[in-house]
Nanobody, 113 residues
Framework: QVHLAEFGGGLVQPGRSLILSCGVS????????FSWYRQVAGKEREFVAH???????NYGDFVKGRFSAFRDNDKNSVFLQMNNLSPDDTAVYYC???????WGQGTQVTVSS
């Protein structure tokens, strides 16, 4: 059974940075790509980033160079480094294994002074 678990959310001030991690089990990690999404209550889930099995990445248009997704195959983990955060980045962030249709439980990120 595929299991994803996000960590690292919390309250952060505008302009600061935060790194999220997602631990993955139940599949051959290095053979899979993984995505990050986010969702604000009452709105659709929004694509944030994807890191392919070879490490290449692509991002949602709103990222504008502020976020960086990467993976550590030795740790079966994917990460999302978020810089220069703004209140508009406040959301629940989810890790996703798109080929498996699997999602983590989400981690809340709140950007506020």
């Amino acid at each position: 059974q595929v299991h994803l678990a996000e960590f690292g959310g919390g309250l952060v001030q505008p302009g600061r940075s935060l790194i999220l991690s997602c631990g993955v089990s139940g599949l051959t990690f290095r053979r899979e790509g993984f995505s990050w999404y986010r969702q604000v209550a009452g709105k659709e889930r929004e694509f944030v980033a994807h890191v392919a099995r070879g490490g290449t990445t692509n991002y949602g248009d709103f990222v504008k160079g502020r976020f960086s997704a990467f993976r550590d195959n030795d740790k079966n983990s994917v990460f999302l480094q978020m810089n220069n955060l703004s209140p508009d980045d406040t959301a629940v962030y989810y890790c996703n294994a798109p080929n498996r249709g699997a999602w983590g439980q989400g981690t809340q990120v709140t950007v506020s002074s």
